[in-house]
């Protein structure tokens, strides 16, 4: 008897090992997982913070992108307004020029056309 007594509290004894064990790893277990929440928590928060700096940037950006638009479209439309008046002065320079051309041209030929008529009716 005892040698069963001793070998029930060998028992007992094991027994209640395992549950510190078991308890033991118990509490890890729960502390691993409060610490992974936690964790998962940080990682939460920080996802929001670059969300809204992204936002932000994305908003400063844009704005600008529509500003930089709007300054290359008036500059656009000036550079179309003085391409216009350039081509109007150079077509305006060529008609000038076109123009007193041909009537350089008439009066060589008129008069080329009366100094034949003066020589030719004194040469026979």
């Not at 028992?11 to 890890?28: P, Q, T």
């Amino acid at each position: 008897m005892p040698e069963e007594l001793a070998e029930l509290r060998m028992e007992i004894a094991k027994a209640h090992e395992l549950i510190r064990v078991v308890k033991h790893d118990l509490n890890n277990d729960r502390q691993a997982a409060l610490n992974f929440e936690r964790h998962l928590e940080r990682m939460e928060k920080k996802q929001d913070k670059f969300d809204d700096r992204l936002e932000k940037l994305e908003d400063k950006l844009g704005a600008r992108i529509d500003a930089n638009h709007s300054i290359l479209n008036d500059k656009m439309d000036a550079l179309k307004d003085s391409l216009t008046a350039v081509n109007l002065k150079q077509e305006k320079s060529v008609g000038f020029y076109g123009g007193v051309a041909a009537v350089f041209t008439i009066a060589v030929t008129v008069i080329l056309f009366l100094v034949k008529l003066l020589f030719e009716g004194r040469h026979p």
